[in-house]
């Protein structure tokens, strides 16, 4: 049963592909539009790399939400091929009215309308596969261009693995489709798995920071925490400031043996890309760094930066990686000292602070992981913008075992207050007029005990 949804899921994949071949020998810039995150960003950089092998081009546009007004815009221009990286899915109504031909290549829940006659739609869902467990978009997208020229294209697999960790697929290994193209980048040789410990930036941080900046897994006294990282460290007898590769003989055990009495999963699988630069080698840190870009809205250096482009690109990309990483270890300890306000069937966290409302929705899975934040509640960041509140919710794979569906809750609470939202049963997003928040609100509250059975 697996095996043949994942058969459906590739033969759609493999329309797609035929349909990208046709419009590359016919020498069409392809439009490419897609999502604003991690995900996102990988999704284009696998399509954008396949097309460039085979001399195609590109022209690509990486947004936050797929608005209506803008797929209207897009009937404006005269491409002949516009795909669509993880969106699109919930818009096929919009896009099917597109006089041109169209890939959607998304894992989102998808909306009730048919696809049209111009449209191939790539998305695990249409198949009975989970897009919030079993692939990412990145993974649609790899999906939809792997049987592309002489050899395909497997040795572009690891693109769709940094999709799935940017979408917390990846962190308890990898299921079903994400396996399936793992097994592609093993066998292309692009990808090893290696037991390693999992703290970030071991070649570019003191040590004290590279625990400080791990946020998964969350280590509790250590990670968001500069004091707590320096104070543990001397204690075990090491210098705060070494780089963690750049420490001899029994140290790297002696912080292994330590780092696992907190938290066991630190030492674990890791996904490496053998012939990347030390800074993009570990597929989860490439994913962070295409997360920290995506949240600065640098989507040219990050899409340049899969492309290939090093040096000065990485010293920009590193370097706002870091102000990211200082500004997330301000909303550590905005959440340590405030908490967050808690209704009967959620928890939430409200601000109207520039810096804090981009990070939000980090701190917020953070705390949770770390017991800053009660585990037993979905959290919903609110981010007022002007005259709305952007919403985004998270919870654990607990809660939606006992029925948590936020993209659903979203959707039919912000629906109901002229907002709208969706996603995954896991995390997802709304956006609702600001002075209905309090009426949002209320009625999350009751979807959510609805959805528990309460
Ligand atoms: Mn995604």
């Excluded at 349909?19 to 284009?44: F, P, T, Y």
């Excluded at 692009?190 to 400080?212: A, F, G, H, M």
């Excluded at 140290?251 to 012939?275: Q, S, V």
């Excluded at 550590?332 to 209704?343: D, Q, V, Y």
């Amino acid at each position: 049963m697996t095996l043949k949804k994942q058969r459906s899921l590739l033969n759609r994949a493999n329309e797609a592909c035929d349909m990208l071949k046709k419009h590359i020998s016919q020498e069409n810039v392809i439009r490419i539009i897609s999502h604003n995150d991690a995900d996102g960003i990988s999704a284009a950089a696998v399509v954008a790399n396949a097309i460039k092998e085979e001399g195609g081009q590109f022209h690509t546009s990486i947004v936050s939400r797929l608005k209506t007004e803008f797929v209207k815009e897009l009937a404006k221009e005269s491409y002949k091929l516009f795909v669509f990286l993880d969106m699109g899915s919930a818009c096929l109504k919009h896009i099917n009215r597109l006089k041109a031909d169209v890939i959607i290549a998304d894992h989102h829940q998808v909306a009730d309308t048919e696809a049209g006659e111009n449209v191939v739609h790539v998305n695990p869902h249409l198949f009975g596969i989970d897009g919030s467990t079993e692939i990412s978009g990145a993974g649609s997208s790899y999906l939809s261009i792997r049987d592309l020229g002489e050899n395909g294209k497997k040795h572009l697999a690891y693109f769709a693995l940094i999709g799935a960790f940017g979408d917390m697929q990846g962190q308890k290994g990898f299921l079903s489709v994400n396996k399936l193209i793992l097994d592609d980048g093993i066998e292309s040789k692009v990808l090893e798995i290696r037991d390693d410990l999992k703290i970030v930036s071991k070649n570019q941080e003191p040590l004290y920071k590279s625990l400080t900046y791990t946020l998964d897994p969350g280590l509790p006294g250590l990670t968001g925490d500069l004091e707590g990282s320096k104070s543990f460290l001397e204690k075990i007898g090491l210098s705060p400031g070494i780089k963690f590769s750049d420490l001899e003989g029994e140290d790297g055990d002696t912080l292994k043996n330590e780092l696992i009495k907190i938290n066991p999963a630190i030492f674990g699988n890791a996904y490496i890309i053998p012939k990347e630069i030390p800074q993009l080698r570990d597929l989860e840190e490439y994913a962070y760094l295409l997360d920290s870009c995506g949240k600065n809205k640098k989507f040219g250096l990050a899409l340049g930066i899969c492309l290939g482009e090093r040096e000065k690109a990485m010293d920009v990309a590193i370097d706002s990686q870091r102000k990211y990483r200082d500004r997330l270890i301000k909303g550590m300890e905005w959440i340590k000292r405030e908490g967050s306000i808690s209704h009967d069937y959620f928890q939430y966290l409200y601000s109207e602070d520039n810096d804090l409302k981009r990070i939000m929705g980090t701190v917020a899975s953070v705390g949770i992981s770390i017991d800053l934040l009660p585990q037993d509640k979905p959290i919903l960041t609110l981010a007022r913008l002007h005259k709305d509140i952007k919403i985004s919710g998270r919870t654990t794979r607990e809660m939606v075992e006992k029925g948590v569906n936020l993209g659903k809750a979203l959707e039919d609470a912000s629906s109901s207050f002229g907002g709208q939202g969706g996603g995954h049963d896991i995390a997802a997003g709304a956006l609702i007029p600001y002075n209905q928040k309090d009426n949002f609100l209320n009625l999350f509250n009751d979807i959510i005990e609805h959805q528990l059975g309460k």
